[in-house]
C-alpha cells in the first residue's frame, strides 16, 4: 500500500514528455531533462531516508504521519515544502494530461476526436482540459485518495513496463531503423519490464488484472480503428524480424510440405475484368489459409490501368479475410509472361504451388496454355483450369461432384494417389467453405468392378476424412454418356487429362450443364498427410 500511494509522486519525470508538443528541441530536452530529474529525486529521497532513519524510531516511522514535521528544525520550510510539491504536481498533470488528450484526439484515436483537438483563442487544448479537470474533481470527491493511488499507480506501471518492452523489441531486432541516441545493456529493460509486472501483481492483483484487460480492449479498438502512424511502428518490424528468421529456419529443413499444403494460387491477368467471372472460386479456394498472388501481364497500352486497379482488387480480397499480392511483370505474351513470373516466384517463401487458369474460349490461346502447363509440371506447380458455364456460373454453390478415373483393375488404395491428392484437397475445401453436398463419382468400364470401385471410395472417404455425409455414385458404361446422367451439380472437378483437348473440355461444361474444373497435381500435395 505505502508503494501504490507512493509511486505516482515519482511519475513526474514523465512531465516532459507529456509537454514534448510544446518544447522547443524534444529530442534533446526530454532525455535530458528526464536523466536529471531522475539523479535529483534518487539524491533527495536517499538524503531524506537516511535523515529519517537517523532522527525517528521504526514505531514512529510507521504510526506518526506527521514525523517529518515533528522533526525539522525550521516548520515553515517543511510546510512550504509539502505545499509546492502538491502545487507542482497538480500544475503538471493540469499542463500535460489534456495535451496527450489532444493528442488522441487529433489523431482520431479517441471518439469525437475532432472535438476533443479544438484549441482556445491562446493555443491551449479547451476541451481536453474541461475533461480532465472534471476526471481530477471526480477523484477528489471520492475522498480517499488511497483508494485511487494503487489504481493510478497500476496504469502508470503498465506504461513503463510498455515502454521496456518497446526498447527491449526494438534492440533484439537489430533493425538498421533503430538508431537510439544513448545505448543501454538489454538487461537494463528486461529488468524494468519484469520490475514492473512483478510490481503490479504483489501490489493489487485484482486491480493489476483490470488494467491489463482494460489496455488490451483499447489496443483491440486501435487495431480495428485500422490507424495509419507517420512512419509505421514496432510491430512491422518485429513481424518481419520473425518472418525472416523463420524463412531462414525453414531452409534447413528437409522439404515435406504435404502436411502444410495449402493452395496459393498464382493467378495471371491481362485485363482486371479478367477477374469478375472467377472471384468467387479464387475466394473459396484460397479461404482462409491460403493466398493469391495475381500476376499483371503488361503491354504498353495495358500498363498504367493494370498498375491502378490490382491494388483495388487486391484490396478487395484482403477485406474477405483473403492475402492477397500482386506484381507486373512486361511480356511479349501470355504463355512467356506466366512461364517468366513462376520461374522468378519459385524461390520466394510463399512461392506459388498453384496456377489458375481459364479454358480458352478460341484456339489462338491453346498452344500458350500448352506451354504453361508442361512448365508448370517441370516446376513443381500444380495446374487449375476453370471453365465457367456461360449461364449457370457456380450456381448456388451448394453441391460439388468428384470425377474420379476408372481404375480397373487395380482398385488397391495407394498413399499417392496422384492427381486424385489435387482433387480431393480442392474439392473438400470448397466443400467446407460453401457448406455444400460433396458426391465423389466413378464410372467403370465393366458391371463386376462397381464393388471394387465402390470400397475403393469408402476407404477413401475414410482415409481423407471427407464429411461422413459424403455420397458415392458407381455405374457402367461409357464415360461421356454418364456427364448427362449424373445428377446436376454447381461445379464438377476433374483430373486433367493426359491429351489435353480444349475442345473436349468445353463439351464437358455443355454436357454437365454446369461449371468445371480440371486439375493437374504437382506431386507434393497430398490428401492423407
Wanted: glycine share 8%; proline share 5%.
Amino acid at each position: 500500500m505505502v508503494f501504490a500511494v507512493f509511486f505516482p509522486a515519482v511519475t513526474g519525470i514523465m512531465a516532459g514528455a507529456n509537454m514534448s508538443g510544446e518544447l522547443k528541441n524534444p529530442r534533446r530536452s526530454i532525455p535530458v531533462g528526464t536523466l536529471a530529474a531522475i539523479g535529483v529525486s534518487t539524491v533527495v529521497y536517499l538524503v531524506l531516508a537516511y535523515w529519517l532513519a537517523r532522527s525517528a524510531t521504526p514505531e514512529e516511522l510507521l504510526n506518526n504521519y506527521t514525523i517529518l514535521i515533528d522533526r525539522a528544525a525550521w516548520l515553515p520550510i517543511v510546510i512550504g515544502g509539502l505545499l509546492g510539491a502538491t502545487f507542482s504536481s497538480a500544475l503538471v498533470s493540469m499542463v500535460g494530461a489534456p495535451r496527450i488528450l489532444y493528442a488522441l484526439g487529433e489523431h482520431r484515436i479517441l471518439p469525437l476526436g475532432s472535438w476533443f483537438a479544438q484549441r482556445a483563442s491562446n493555443g491551449e487544448p479547451r476541451n481536453a482540459t474541461f475533461v480532465t479537470g472534471s476526471i481530477v474533481l471526480a477523484a477528489l470527491l471520492i475522498r480517499d485518495l488511497n483508494v485511487i493511488a494503487p489504481l493510478i499507480s497500476l496504469f502508470f506501471l503498465i506504461t513503463y513496463g510498455m515502454i521496456n518492452v518497446v526498447v527491449l523489441i526494438e534492440q533484439n531486432l537489430g533493425l538498421v531503423s533503430f538508431l537510439p541516441t544513448m545505448r543501454i545493456p538489454k538487461i537494463v529493460p528486461l529488468v524494468g519490464a519484469v520490475g514492473c509486472i512483478f510490481a503490479m501483481f504483489i501490489q493489487n492483483p485484482t486491480f493489476s488484472l483490470v488494467a491489463v484487460i482494460f489496455v488490451v480492449v483499447i489496443y483491440g479498438v486501435l487495431l480495428r480503428s485500422k490507424l495509419k502512424a507517420p512512419f509505421g511502428d514496432v510491430r512491422s518490424g518485429m513481424f518481419v524480424a520473425i518472418a525472416e528468421w523463420a524463412a531462414k529456419q525453414v531452409s534447413h529443413l528437409p522439404s515435406a510440405r504435404e502436411r502444410t499444403w495449402q493452395p496459393n494460387l498464382l493467378v495471371p491477368v491481362e485485363t482486371p475484368r479478367e477477374l469478375r467471372g472467377s472471384f468467387r472460386l479464387l475466394y473459396s479456394l484460397a479461404r482462409p489459409k491460403g493466398t493469391i498472388k495475381i500476376l499483371g501481364l503488361t503491354t504498353v497500352g495495358e500498363y498504367e490501368r493494370l498498375r491502378s486497379r490490382l491494388p483495388t482488387l487486391v484490396e478487395v480480397f484482403r477485406k474477405q479475410g483473403v492475402f492477397a499480392s500482386y506484381a507486373l511483370v512486361d511480356s511479349a505474351d501470355f504463355g512467356s509472361g506466366v512461364t517468366g513470373g513462376m520461374q522468378a516466384l519459385r524461390g520466394a517463401i510463399l512461392r506459388p504451388n498453384l496456377v489458375f487458369l481459364t479454358l480458352p474460349r478460341d484456339s489462338g490461346r491453346e498452344a500458350d496454355l500448352r506451354t504453361i502447363i508442361e512448365r508448370a509440371r517441370g516446376n513443381g506447380v500444380g495446374v487449375t483450369l476453370f471453365a465457367m458455364h456461360p449461364s449457370a456460373g457456380l450456381g448456388l454453390e451448394k453441391s460439388i461432384n468428384l470425377w474420379i478415373h476408372d481404375r480397373s483393375p487395380d482398385w488397391e488404395m495407394r498413399m499417392v494417389l496422384g492427381n486424385l491428392d489435387l482433387c480431393v484437397l480442392l474439392a473438400y475445401l470448397l466443400q467446407r467453405n460453401w457448406d455444400a453436398k460433396l458426391t465423389l463419382v466413378t464410372i467403370t468400364s465393366k458391371e463386376s468392378e462397381q464393388a471394387k470401385a465402390r470400397d475403393f471410395l469408402q476407404r477413401l472417404i475414410v482415409l481423407t476424412r471427407l464429411p461422413a455425409d459424403t455420397k458415392i455414385h458407381v455405374d457402367t458404361g461409357e464415360f461421356r454418356e454418364h456427364l448427362t446422367m449424373v445428377s446436376e451439380a454447381d461445379l464438377n472437378v476433374f483430373g486433367m487429362p493426359v491429351d489435353l483437348k480444349f475442345g473436349e473440355m468445353q463439351k464437358f461444361v455443355k454436357e454437365t450443364r454446369s461449371s468445371c474444373m480440371f486439375l493437374l497435381a504437382s506431386g507434393e500435395e497430398s490428401a492423407m498427410a
